[in-house]
């Protein structure tokens, strides 16, 4: 695709109520002026001036249109995500404006996620990640990374709510606490829905206002009633992203990891056509990001998303 073409395609997306003609995003006018010797219009009514990427996540771009539509392919095409170097060597771009893009269209991921609501049969399950010491890989040096011991005190936890059979929710808390479960299932799963937990004691308290289906994991995997599967079964993804991709995923950004694995798992059956065409629509149609514009400059997230911090 050539620049112009990808240009065209930018302002169709980003104006797909106007037929791909501009839309001032100051006033929401549709009478704007055209400039020939550059790519930016003037409204006709309160008189500023901006791009087809102005107030987007994309705002105060450098690359060329065509390089954030290759960027975006490359994101949706990796089921297991991709590496900002691998990202970077792709694109010929710097690792830095690797980083900060695929951050950007990670953001986008997790706005769907913000205020979700799960029904029917959802199951619950917490896994952590992320926090252990690299030992030099002799076998009579591995240990157990699960102990404390072989902790730096940075694991946290992500506590993954999925509908049978459809979608997944990802919250971040620091341990699997019976607080910090239920805080995150009240705000993420409908009062009549039944879920499904192991036998961990944080899940005790839900009886009185759930119905609930334990299985006890010491004694089976699955008793034919309830079962955690589906929301182990997402780990994978994300224990393999975390492994095999990024290799240390900081704990300050574990939950942006953990939102592009469940938009991907969500949208696992579609093509990569409308996986592409979607996130394109929603990084165009969302605002400027406020943790990551400027990230390189000073401006960066203050600290950890956790749903409960205790």
């Known amino acids: 695709m050539a620049e112009e073409e990808a240009y065209e395609l930018f302002k169709e997306v980003r104006w797909s109520v ?30 500023k ?14 690359l060329q249109h065509r390089d954030y539509l290759l960027a975006i392919a490359i994101f949706v095409n990796s089921c297991k995500g991709v590496s900002a170097l691998q990202l970077s060597r792709d694109l010929g771009i710097q690792y830095k404006t690797a980083f900060v893009l695929a951050h950007k269209l990670r953001e986008v991921t997790g706005d769907e996620m913000q205020d979700a609501v799960l029904t029917g049969e959802v199951e619950v399950d917490g896994a952590y990640f992320g926090g252990y010491l690299k030992p030099r890989n002799w076998k009579e040096n591995r240990v157990d990374r699960r102990l404390r011991r072989h902790q730096n005190g940075k694991r946290r936890c992500v506590f993954a709510i999925r ?31 039944s879920i499904h937990a192991d036998e961990n004691a ?3 308290a839900l009886h009185a206002q759930y119905q609930m289906f ?5 004694r089976v995997y699955s008793d034919g009633e309830a079962c955690t ?12 992203a975390e492994i095999g991709q990024h290799h240390h995923i900081a704990g300050k950004y574990l939950h942006s990891y953990a939102n592009e694995m469940a938009y991907k798992e969500n949208r696992r059956r579609q093509d990569n056509g ?12 969302r605002p400027m990001s406020r943790n990551w514009a400027g990230y390189w400059q000073g401006n960066n997230q203050p600290g950890e998303v956790l749903l409960y911090p205790h």
């Open 229 to 240: 599967n589906g929301a182990e079964g997402w780990f994978s993804r994300l224990r393999r």
């Open 274 to 285: 409308s996986l592409f065409g979607d996130l394109l629509f929603k990084s165009l149609n």
């Open 163 to 193: 509908e049978r059979e459809g979608r997944v929710v990802p919250v971040v808390i620091k341990s699997e606490t019976s607080e910090a479960v239920t805080t995150a299932i009240r705000k993420h799963i409908d009062s009549q829905a």
């Open 202 to 204: 944080a899940y005790d």
């Open 18 to 47: 106007n037929d791909g003609d501009p839309v001032c995003p100051h006033c929401g006018s549709v009478e704007c002026w055209t400039f020939k010797s550059r790519r930016i219009f003037k409204c006709k009514h309160c008189n």
């Open 214 to 218: 334990r299985i006890n994991h010491s």
């Open 49 to 62: 001036q901006f791009s087809v990427t102005s107030g987007t996540i994309f705002s105060g771009r450098k």
